[in-house]
């Protein structure tokens, strides 16, 4: 770089090509500012092309504020008001990407991942808005009215400077901490960060009780005192995953339980009572097997010492005792995957600081956030996506 060259000028210049940024320069090019996207990765929107095994998980048809945890819970609810799961559906029509419903208003593209990006980029190419790749931020200045931002290739000077670095889960994608250190520089607080939407890691006994159910799924409900999710769990080779654990685990402080229904919907108690009556020679262990995978109803009566005895022969005290060990499983995890499988970060940049109804800083006038540097994390399902769609639209409309 010529530092002597100087600075390029635009309105606007939005630090990150991912979902939030591109949504965001897109809308802002289109109100006629002259807006700039840059990004350190080699191809933009790399979380979009693996998000949904490839064919992104675009947003929900159920997205509501209620989905969304964030220090101010009200934060959310502006934007994604004024930018909601039906416009963004549109855009995707508007562009012929095929679409499908897979489960509880998760929308999918049928064919790839990348027609959202390929979408994105049109939209940005068609307003005027450009995307720099390969372009690491060194450093952000204020200057007067104006900031001037190093980077690796020029400088570049603007009017409005929006902040769409992300946050730290997936490292091998490029994730920094950016964002926050920018954020921190002009006077923000930020909410302590954690992985989110991660799978739990298991203690060695736990584990090694667990070691060959790895790879087996069953549908449950996983709750704890803030939260709960019906969905399924998967065994891993070192814990526990799945759409239930990766929901829990947004809610979920190192240190604590969480409650497992085995049988969500179920009465086991009732249900062992009226087996025990009509075919008092089946066997527990057999009735376990019926209900569950063969190898998790030997491990969970292995691990229980329940015996294997006929249904004939089980105490009422016995049988409640089963029912309530299904029904409340108490799991104690030792931690987390940690941002390296995490699909978000939880916390961020203070929402208390920023315009819900344009995301700009209240503390430095044309700085903006958007999408998941902020302290406004989705749940499992589309829903992260949506808030970088709503967030950066409301964005490029003020910035």
Not at 281 to 287: A, P, W
Request: glycine share 10%.
């Amino acid at each position: 770089m010529n530092s002597a060259a100087a600075p390029t000028p635009v309105d606007v210049l939005v630090i990150g090509a991912g979902a939030a940024g591109l949504m965001c320069a897109a809308t802002a090019a289109q109100r006629g500012r002259k807006t700039l996207v840059i990004d350190h990765a080699k191809q933009a929107g790399k979380k979009i092309l693996i998000s949904g095994g490839g064919r992104c998980n675009f947003t929900n048809l159920y997205a509501s504020p209620e989905n969304f945890l964030s220090d101010n819970p009200h934060f959310c609810k502006s934007a994604l008001s004024r930018y909601t799961q039906w416009d963004f559906i549109a855009l995707v029509d508007k562009h012929q990407i095929p679409w499908h419903e897979k489960t509880l208003g998760q929308l999918f593209c049928d064919e790839s991942a990348k027609d959202i990006v390929r979408m994105l980029m049109t939209e940005c190419s068609q307003a005027g808005a450009k995307v720099q790749l390969r372009t690491e931020v060194l450093g952000v200045e204020r200057h007067e009215e104006r900031f001037l931002v190093r980077t690796s290739e020029q400088d570049i000077q603007c009017e409005s400077l929006v902040i769409a670095s992300g946050g730290l889960s997936m490292p091998k994608l490029g994730a920094t901490p950016l964002g926050y250190q920018v954020a921190e520089q002009f006077g923000h607080s930020i909410q302590p960060v954690r992985a989110g939407l991660v799978p739990f890691t298991l203690n060695e006994q736990d584990k090694e009780q667990f070691a060959e159910l790895s790879g087996l799924a069953v549908d449950v409900r996983a709750q704890n005192e803030r939260a709960g999710f019906n969905e399924a769990m998967l065994f891993t080779h070192r814990g526990l995953s799945g759409p239930s654990m990766l929901q829990i685990s947004s809610y979920w402080f190192p240190g604590e339980s969480i409650e497992i229904d085995l049988r969500p919907g179920e009465q086991i108690a009732e249900e062992l009572k009226r087996l025990r009556k009509e075919r008092p020679k089946l066997g527990l262990h057999s009735v376990l097997q019926q209900w569950f995978p063969k190898r998790l109803g030997l491990t969970l009566a292995a691990r229980h010492q329940w015996p294997a005895q006929n249904l004939a022969d089980l105490s009422n005290t016995l049988i409640d005792d089963i029912a309530a060990t299904l029904h409340h499983w108490q799991l104690k995890p030792n931690g987390t995957e940690g941002y390296r499988t995490a699909e978000v970060t939880l916390g961020g940049v203070n929402v208390d600081e920023i315009s819900s109804r344009t995301m700009e800083s209240k503390k430095q006038p044309g700085l903006y956030f958007i999408g998941e540097v902020m302290d406004v994390t989705g749940w499992l399902g589309g829903y992260n996506f949506q808030w970088a769609w709503s967030s950066g639209y409301v964005c490029g409309q003020s910035a």
